[in-house]
Nanobody
Framework: QVQLVESGGGLVQAGGSLRLSCAASGRTFSSTAMGWFRQAPGKERVFVAAISRGGGRTNYADTVKGRFTISRDNAKNTVYLQMNSLKPEDTAEYYC????????????????????WGQGTQVAVSS
């Protein structure tokens, strides 16, 4: 399994921005599809964004499309989630996830497709 560590969460006012990072261990990161999910208190974990192993394909939840951008730097074994125009409803624990057996242009929006998860980073957006 890939070991994942998220960072970059915090408290921000509505309309502000944050960039989350997820650092991965292991030498297979460049062949690993990555995703971001979030879980608000009392709610299920939901898909936010995903990126293929080479970065050539991305996918977003409708709720964040146009505001969030997922990217990756395979040389640094890191995936990012740039979050702009944040809203109070974006408040949640954010998790990154990895699928190390992904095809070149495959992205996954289903949590069951990922077998490695980080511990999460908290994002709070005040109104």
């Amino acid at each position: 399994q890939v070991q994942l560590v998220e960072s970059g969460g915090g408290l921000v006012q509505a309309g502000g921005s944050l960039r989350l990072s997820c650092a991965a261990s292991g030498r297979t990161f460049s062949s690993t599809a990555m995703g971001w999910f979030r879980q608000a208190p009392g709610k299920e974990r939901v898909f936010v964004a995903a990126i293929s192993r080479g970065g050539g394909r991305t996918n977003y939840a409708d709720t964040v499309k146009g505001r969030f951008t997922i990217s990756r730097d395979n040389a640094k074994n890191t995936v990012y989630l740039q979050m702009n125009s944040l809203k109070p409803e974006d408040t949640a624990e954010y998790y990154c996830a990895a699928n190390p057996a992904a095809g070149v242009y495959i992205v996954y929006s289903n949590a069951a497709s990922y077998d490695s998860w980080g511990q999460g980073t908290q994002v709070a957006v005040s109104s």
